[in-house]
């Protein structure tokens, strides 16, 4: 079936605006992951969604910083007052069942902040 | 908490080298680990992975990694490089509840 995908893929917004990003994960798939990987930072963990149970927050970087995941499939990642270092890219993971499971990545969307 | 490191930033190899790429993780109880691969312009994709069983885990194209539990290691292995190898390594380590943690990345540059 179809992969993990992410829109916009692209997304330029300036400084202050708040930008929504968009992950539909692999149909079926009950957890979901949110990465970002800025340039020379590698990949950090922000939020992770597994079922019903409440999501593990622990790696969002500030309050600017949320998501949703409604109807256990489609996650929407929401940063506020967007600031010159959320310019990153913003991946979206999903597996099969939890943490220990293979996680298939999406594209990424690249948000650049001006 | 869990951590990764990757030693080798950027690892510059001509084709038919072997290659050998180091990662190293800090936690006590048991792990998953796994590497993916992004090649130039794509997404990221797993290449291989560890749950349990035999520590010597068998990828595609022709990667392979140890896990070697006394040494907290996982290191990434090929017998000769391709320049298709040409892309971003990354370890990655799971534990419980926890979601991936990765290291930090080696770009691999395979000269034909």
């Given amino acids: 079936g179809a992969g993990v995908s992410q829109s916009p893929s692209n997304k330029v917004t300036e400084k202050g605006k708040d930008v929504e990003l968009r992950c539909d994960p692999i149909s079926g798939h009950t957890a979901l992951y949110w990465y970002r990987q800025s340039l020379g930072q590698g990949l950090e963990f922000l939020i992770y969604f597994q079922g019903n149970s409440a999501p593990d927050k622990s790696g969002l970087p500030s309050d600017r910083f949320s998501a949703e995941r409604t109807g256990g499939s489609v996650s929407t990642l929401t940063i506020q007052r967007t600031q010159q270092e959320d310019s990153a890219v913003y991946l979206c993971a999903s597996s099969l069942e939890g943490t220990g499971d293979t996680q298939y990545f999406g594209p990424g969307t690249r948000l650049t902040v001006l | ?112």
């Fill in chain 2, 1 to 112: 908490a869990q951590s990764v490191s990757q030693h080798n930033h950027h690892v510059i190899l001509s084709e038919a080298a072997s290659l050998e790429l180091g990662c190293n993780y800090s936690y006590g109880g048991t792990v998953n680990l796994f590497w993916y691969v992004q090649y130039p312009g794509q997404h990221l994709q797993l290449l291989l992975k560890y749950f349990s069983g035999d520590p010597l885990v068998k990828g595609i194209k022709g990667f392979e990694a140890e896990f070697i539990k006394s040494k907290f290691s996982f290191n990434l292995r090929k017998p000769s490089v391709q320049w298709s190898d040409t892309a971003e390594y990354f370890c990655a380590v799971s534990t419980g509840r926890r979601a991936l943690t990765f290291g930090s990345g080696t770009r691999l540059q395979v000269q034909p």
